[in-house]
Protein backbone atom coordinates (compact mmCIF):
# COMPACT_ATOMS: atom_id res chain seq x y z
CA UNK A 1 0.00 0.00 0.00
CA UNK A 2 1.06 3.42 -0.73
CA UNK A 3 0.24 6.91 0.09
CA UNK A 4 -0.60 9.31 -2.09
CA UNK A 5 -0.74 13.09 -1.66
CA UNK A 6 -3.70 15.36 -2.86
CA UNK A 7 -1.25 17.68 -4.10
CA UNK A 8 0.57 14.74 -6.58
CA UNK A 9 -2.90 13.61 -7.52
CA UNK A 10 -3.53 16.68 -8.76
CA UNK A 11 -0.37 17.10 -10.48
CA UNK A 12 -0.89 14.19 -12.39
CA UNK A 13 -4.53 14.84 -12.75
CA UNK A 14 -4.10 17.89 -14.56
CA UNK A 15 -5.01 20.57 -12.31
CA UNK A 16 -2.98 23.55 -11.13
CA UNK A 17 -2.15 23.65 -7.41
CA UNK A 18 -3.49 26.79 -4.88
CA UNK A 19 0.19 27.22 -4.95
CA UNK A 20 0.29 27.70 -8.59
CA UNK A 21 -2.76 29.88 -8.58
CA UNK A 22 -1.66 32.11 -6.26
CA UNK A 23 2.02 32.70 -8.33
CA UNK A 24 -1.33 33.96 -11.44
CA UNK A 25 -3.16 35.75 -9.29
CA UNK A 26 0.23 37.93 -7.63
CA UNK A 27 0.82 38.38 -11.31
CA UNK A 28 -2.32 39.67 -12.07
CA UNK A 29 -2.21 41.83 -9.41
CA UNK A 30 1.30 43.41 -10.36
CA UNK A 31 -0.12 44.05 -14.10
CA UNK A 32 -3.20 45.73 -12.48
CA UNK A 33 -1.49 48.22 -10.39
CA UNK A 34 0.58 48.88 -13.75
CA UNK A 35 -2.87 49.63 -14.92
CA UNK A 36 -3.23 46.64 -17.60
CA UNK A 37 -6.67 44.90 -17.64
CA UNK A 38 -6.54 41.67 -16.97
CA UNK A 39 -8.77 38.71 -17.90
CA UNK A 40 -8.29 35.35 -17.50
CA UNK A 41 -9.06 31.70 -18.96
CA UNK A 42 -7.84 27.80 -17.77
CA UNK A 43 -7.74 24.61 -18.41
CA UNK A 44 -6.72 21.33 -19.53
CA UNK A 45 -5.62 20.47 -22.90
CA UNK A 46 -6.62 16.74 -24.43
CA UNK A 47 -3.51 15.67 -23.25
CA UNK A 48 -3.96 16.68 -19.66
CA UNK A 49 -1.74 19.72 -19.68
CA UNK A 50 -3.03 22.85 -17.50
CA UNK A 51 -2.75 26.08 -19.30
CA UNK A 52 -3.70 29.13 -18.30
CA UNK A 53 -4.20 32.04 -20.07
CA UNK A 54 -3.72 35.85 -19.52
CA UNK A 55 -6.22 38.26 -21.79
CA UNK A 56 -6.88 42.02 -22.10
CA UNK A 57 -10.02 42.48 -20.38
CA UNK A 58 -11.72 44.62 -23.51
CA UNK A 59 -10.85 42.69 -26.05
CA UNK A 60 -10.16 39.11 -24.69
CA UNK A 61 -7.09 39.03 -26.58
CA UNK A 62 -4.55 36.90 -24.94
CA UNK A 63 -1.00 38.21 -24.62
CA UNK A 64 0.37 35.33 -22.31
CA UNK A 65 -0.54 31.40 -22.37
CA UNK A 66 0.97 29.81 -19.56
CA UNK A 67 1.18 25.66 -19.35
CA UNK A 68 2.51 23.05 -17.39
CA UNK A 69 3.47 20.07 -19.90
CA UNK A 70 5.39 16.92 -18.53
CA UNK A 71 6.63 18.68 -15.42
CA UNK A 72 8.05 21.99 -17.01
CA UNK A 73 6.50 25.28 -16.98
CA UNK A 74 6.25 27.21 -20.80
CA UNK A 75 5.00 30.53 -21.37
CA UNK A 76 3.82 31.70 -25.05
CA UNK A 77 3.64 35.89 -25.42
CA UNK A 78 2.80 37.91 -28.87
CA UNK A 79 6.04 39.61 -27.70
CA UNK A 80 8.29 37.06 -27.57
CA UNK A 81 10.36 35.45 -30.36
CA UNK A 82 10.40 31.86 -28.72
CA UNK A 83 8.59 30.62 -25.57
CA UNK A 84 10.02 30.74 -21.77
CA UNK A 85 10.46 27.67 -20.04
CA UNK A 86 11.15 26.99 -16.30
CA UNK A 87 11.09 24.84 -13.76
CA UNK A 88 9.30 27.01 -11.04
CA UNK A 89 6.56 28.78 -11.77
CA UNK A 90 7.00 31.82 -9.80
CA UNK A 91 11.21 32.35 -12.08
CA UNK A 92 9.37 32.34 -14.92
CA UNK A 93 6.44 34.33 -14.28
CA UNK A 94 8.83 37.27 -12.67
CA UNK A 95 10.49 36.70 -16.21
CA UNK A 96 7.40 37.23 -18.22
CA UNK A 97 6.51 40.01 -15.90
CA UNK A 98 10.05 41.87 -16.31
CA UNK A 99 9.96 41.74 -20.60
CA UNK A 100 6.34 42.42 -20.77
CA UNK A 101 5.82 45.35 -23.19
CA UNK A 102 2.19 45.89 -21.30
CA UNK A 103 4.05 47.10 -18.20
CA UNK A 104 4.43 50.42 -18.28
CA UNK A 105 7.88 51.82 -17.13
CA UNK A 106 9.09 52.35 -13.84
CA UNK A 107 9.36 56.18 -14.19
CA UNK A 108 5.77 56.59 -16.03
CA UNK A 109 4.34 55.12 -12.68
CA UNK A 110 6.02 57.93 -10.10
CA UNK A 111 5.13 60.68 -12.72
CA UNK A 112 1.89 59.11 -12.53
CA UNK A 113 1.43 58.88 -8.45
CA UNK A 114 2.82 61.71 -8.23
CA UNK A 115 0.56 64.07 -10.63
Known amino acids: MSTV ?8 RGDWSNQELAHFHRAIAVLWNDGVSVGT ?14 CDADSDEVFAHFARISGTYTVWAPYLDRCLTGHTL ?4 ERFLDDCP ?14
Open 41 to 54: DCGVSDDGDPWFAF
Open 5 to 12: RKAEVRFR
Open 102 to 115: CRRPPALAITRSAG
Open 90 to 93: RDLI
